[in-house]
Every structure is written in C-alpha cells, then in structure tokens.
C-alpha cells in the first residue's frame, strides 16, 4: 500500500494569512502516461462529511474557493490557503488514487492563531 | 443535489453484528465505484472496504477482512456493508463515498457504529 505522511500534524495561522499544508508519498503518484498526479485533498469539519478540496494535485472541486490550491508531483505535494477565514478551520487530508486501496494521510488540523 | 444517505448505525455489543446502508439519488449510482470510509474517535480517515461498479471486484482491510462484507444493489441504487464480529476498535462514524475518476466525490453524511458492553 503506498503510504501517505502530512506535515504538520498541527498548524497555527493568523486570519488573513497563508496556510501551507505538505503530503508525502511513499512512492510517486505521478502516471507518465497521462503525466496526471493522482492526488486529492479533502477538508473535514465536526458533524460535517469530507469535502473534495482539490483533484489531480491542482484542479479546485465544485464551487471550492479559489484561496485554496494545490501543488506537487512525483511524491511531494502541497496545499496552499492563500488568506486563512476562520471557516477554513478544520482537518485536511490528502489522498493518493494511484492505486488500490486508496490511502489517506493522518490529517493535518488547521486552527486560528 | 447528489445525495448518498446512510443508515443502519448503532450500539452494539461486542461479537455482535450490523448492516449498514447507503441510498443513492441523482445520480448514476451503477457507474460509480463506492467505498466505505471510518473515522474512528481522534482518528483519520480509513478505507475499510470498495466494490467496483459492478459488484465483481472488491477490496477489505486488512483490520476488517473475513468480519466484513461490502456488497451493492444496482437496481435499488444501494451499498450496503455487512459488519460481524465487531470489536470496540470498530467504533466510528462510517462513511460511504462514490468513486468515478480516482477521488471520492459525492460523500454520505456518515453513521455512527458504538461497540461498547
């Protein structure tokens, strides 16, 4: 299984500022065919379920605010939140589709400094 | 809106069974393949289980495997995840997701399984 490793774990941002998220392969999730990075991001917030952030490293989901955008290839990527509001609060996870099982990092949870 | 809604959560013993559900709508339900994902108390998100759109190729965890049997209804447009065995460590809320491209989009609302005496 490949695995997935974010960093933080934890992270602190004042509003209005940027919040820099970074996912780790453990093996590239880069197909040379289609030269497409298999890689999502999702947002999770209390009582609410996953939302698709972010696909194929850098393309924004449906209605997804354009603060949030995504970065990498190979086996480094990044999430990016341009100017933090305070619903960005939550925990963020990338997920590799490269191959089966589909495998998620541990999360990175994002508060207000 | 695309919907999917699951049911079936609950509390129960350990050793004891459950079976969960989940209804799809508005959307093509039999092209999709589904996955059911657990979010244990202070935990990260977990793939316990997928099937395929047609039902013919499925996948477990190694945590869940020979306990847990995932299985689909393409004319009732419904998943369903039959769970044995349970063990405390199974308590989480359990989500169940549609999968067409690689990422899993649309996302159910999740269900609560408590294994607790």
């Known amino acids: 299984d490949i695995v997935m490793t974010q960093s933080p774990d934890s992270l602190a941002v004042s509003l209005g500022e940027r919040a820099t998220i970074n996912c780790k392969s453990s093996q590239s999730v880069l197909y040379s065919s289609n030269n497409k990075n298999y890689l999502a991001w999702y947002q999770l917030k209390p009582g609410q379920p996953p939302k698709l952030l972010i696909y194929w490293a850098s393309t924004r989901g449906s209605g997804v605010p354009d603060r949030f955008s995504g970065s990498g290839s190979g086996t480094d990527y990044t999430l990016t939140i341009s100017s933090l509001q305070a619903e960005d609060v939550a925990v963020y996870y990338c997920q590799q589709y490269y191959t089966t099982p589909r495998t998620f990092g541990q999360g990175t949870k994002l508060e207000i400094k | 809106e695309v919907q999917l809604v699951e049911s079936g959560g609950g509390l129960v013993q350990p050793g004891g069974s459950l079976r969960l559900s989940c209804a799809a709508s508005?959307?093509?339900?039999?092209?999709?393949?589904m996955h059911w994902v657990r979010q244990a108390p202070g935990k990260g998100l977990e793939c316990v289980s997928a099937?395929?759109?047609?039902?013919?190729?499925?996948y477990y965890a190694n945590s869940v495997k020979g306990r847990f049997t995932i299985s689909r209804d393409n004319s009732k447009n419904t998943l369903y995840l039959q769970m044995g065995s349970l063990r405390p460590e199974d308590t989480a809320i359990y989500y169940c997701?549609?999968?067409?491209?690689?990422?899993?989009?649309?996302w159910g609302q999740g269900t609560l399984v408590t294994v607790s005496s």
């Open positions: 099937i395929n759109a047609n039902g013919d190729d499925k």
């Open positions: 997701a549609g999968e067409l491209h690689g990422w899993f989009d649309p």
């Open positions: 508005r959307f093509t339900f039999s092209i999709y393949g």
